[in-house]
C-alpha cells in the first residue's frame, strides 16, 4: 500500500487518468485539516521526487513584497536568511524578480543561471553556495491567492546536474506544478482558519469579532454581550493590539477572512437567484 492508502476514499476509474503520485497527494490533500498537514505532504511528495529542498513563501501583497506572511523551509535556511537582509541581493531572489511579476513555473539554481534572465555577480555567489549546499537546481512554481491577490512561490530542489533536473521536470512536472497549486490553496485555507489559535485570540475576542463583521454598532454589540459600551470598546481596542490592525473596518475583514462571517460575494443563500449564462457566438442571458 501506498501513503495513507488504507486511509483514502474509493476513486472512480475516470479519476485515474492522472499520474499516481498526483492522484495520491490530492488524496491525502483532501484529508487535511491543519496547514501543517498539507507542508508535510508537499514536503514529502518533494523527497520522492529526490527534490528533499522545499522553499515555501508569502506575502501579503503584490504591492507590498516586503510585507512576508511567512516562509517555511524543509531544511535549515538560517544562512539564506542572512544573505537576504541585503537588499540588493534580495531583489535578485527567485520570488521578488519572478514570482511577484509571472506566472510561469522556472528553472532555478546555478545549474540553470545562463537561462535565467541577468543577476549580479554577488547572487551568482549566493547560488554558488546553496550548490555547494545541495541545492543545485530546482522548479520554482508562482502563486496566487485571494482578491487583492497575495503572492507565493513553492520551490522543489535537490543536487542535480541540469540533465537530471530537466528529466525530473519532463517526467513529473505536470504533478510538481498541480501539486504546488492546490497544496498552496489548501495550507492558506488552514492557515486562515488557524488565525485564531496563533494570536492567541479568545472565544470571546471571536465573538465580538464576528458582531463587528456583521456591521453591529457599539450599542447594539453591548446589548448582545451584557456588558457596557465602554466595555466593547476596551475589547475592540486590545484585539487591534493583539492582531495590528487599526480600525474596526479592518477587523470586520479579519472576521470574513477567518470565517467567522460568510463572504458577501460567495455566501450560500435559499434564496434562487438569477444565473447569468453566456454562449460564445449566442450571447448571454439571465435565468
Known amino acids: 500500500m501506498g501513503r495513507g492508502e488504507e486511509q483514502r476514499r474509493p476513486v472512480v476509474d475516470a479519476e485515474c487518468y ?4 498526483l492522484r495520491d497527494f490530492l ?3 483532501e484529508r487535511t485539516r491543519r496547514s501543517v498537514e498539507v507542508w508535510r505532504l508537499i514536503v514529502q511528495l518533494g523527497r520522492e521526487l529526490n527534490l528533499p529542498f522545499i522553499d515555501f513563501i ?3 501583497s503584490l504591492s507590498q513584497w516586503r510585507r512576508t506572511q511567512f516562509i517555511r523551509t524543509s531544511y535549515d535556511s538560517s544562512w539564506l536568511t542572512e544573505v537576504n537582509k541585503d537588499p540588493e541581493l534580495y531583489k535578485w531572489s527567485y520570488f521578488r ?3 511577484l511579476h509571472y506566472l510561469t513555473p522556472v528553472m532555478i539554481g546555478l545549474e540553470f543561471v545562463d537561462e535565467y534572465r541577468h543577476i ?3 547572487r551568482v555567489e549566493v547560488l554558488r553556495e546553496a550548490a555547494e549546499r545541495g541545492i543545485r537546481a530546482g522548479f520554482s512554481v508562482p502563486l496566487r491567492y485571494n482578491t487583492p491577490p497575495q503572492a507565493a512561490l513553492i520551490t522543489f530542489s535537490g543536487d542535480h546536474s541540469k540533465r537530471e533536473m530537466t528529466a525530473i521536470v519532463k517526467a513529473h512536472g505536470w504533478t510538481l506544478h498541480t501539486a504546488a497549486v492546490m497544496g498552496h490553496q489548501r495550507y492558506m485555507y488552514h492557515f486562515a482558519q488557524e488565525f485564531s489559535e496563533r494570536n492567541h ?3 470571546k475576542q471571536k465573538e465580538l469579532l464576528g458582531l463587528l463583521g456583521h456591521g453591529l454598532q457599539d ?4 446589548e448582545r454581550l451584557g456588558i457596557s459600551i465602554s466595555a466593547v470598546r476596551q475589547r475592540m481596542n486590545l484585539l487591534m493590539q493583539k492582531t495590528n490592525l487599526s480600525n474596526r473596518a479592518e477587523l470586520a475583514a479579519l472576521a470574513m477572512s477567518i470565517g467567522l462571517v460568510p463572504d458577501p460575494v460567495h455566501r450560500p443563500s435559499e434564496v434562487v437567484g438569477e444565473t447569468l449564462i453566456e454562449m460564445d457566438d449566442l450571447g448571454s442571458k439571465r435565468r
Do not use: E, G, Q, Y
Open 18 to 21: 492522472t499520474p499516481p503520485l
Open 201 to 203: 485570540i479568545s472565544d
Open 97 to 99: 524578480s519572478h514570482a
Open 219 to 222: 450599542k447594539v454589540i453591548a
Open 27 to 29: 488524496l491525502d490533500l
Open 120 to 122: 549580479p555577480a554577488k
Open 58 to 60: 508569502s506575502t501579503n
